[in-house]
């Protein structure tokens, strides 16, 4: 049995799947049209998504530290035991400045009769912390005094 720290939520963004740590979420819920009161990351905004395919209906609240950021995904699906040892390294010859929000890449099989290996992206929670943290630095929470 794994503990905590191999427990991940699935979610889809541009017909991805990544996978989120589960100790770093606070809530998950329906994303609503109004504006972003915290900092945020629209993960279809990192993967490139066409404006058309942009379709964002959850938002994930993470806490990093203390501070508290959204997550924008289109699906949010089921929990996912992932062990250290099936997370892989992302190839050095893939990762750029853009990507690094990605940790390990996962080879899962397919959920349909396929049977086909798939990628899944692990998030880095700390990374897509100081992306939000930088797109609205007016809405960082200020860090309590230790």
Do not use: C, W
């Amino acid at each position: 049995m794994g503990t905590l720290d191999d427990l991940y939520i699935t979610i889809t963004s541009d017909e991805l799947l990544f996978f989120v740590p589960v100790f770093y979420i606070k809530t998950v819920e329906r994303k609503d049209s109004r504006e972003e009161d915290i900092p945020f990351v629209d993960l279809a905004k990192l993967t490139g998504a066409d404006e058309e395919r942009k379709n964002s209906g959850y938002r994930l609240l993470l806490s990093h530290e203390g501070r508290t950021f959204a997550l924008t995904a289109e699906q949010v699906g089921n929990l996912r035991t992932v062990p250290r040892e099936a997370q892989r390294p992302l190839p050095d010859s893939v990762r750029t400045d853009e990507n690094r929000y990605l940790s390990a890449i996962v080879p899962i099989e397919s959920e349909d009769e396929s049977g086909r290996e798939l990628l899944a992206y692990v998030l880095d929670p700390k990374i897509l912390y100081e992306s939000a943290a930088a797109a609205r630095p007016d809405l960082e929470e200020p860090k309590g005094n230790s």
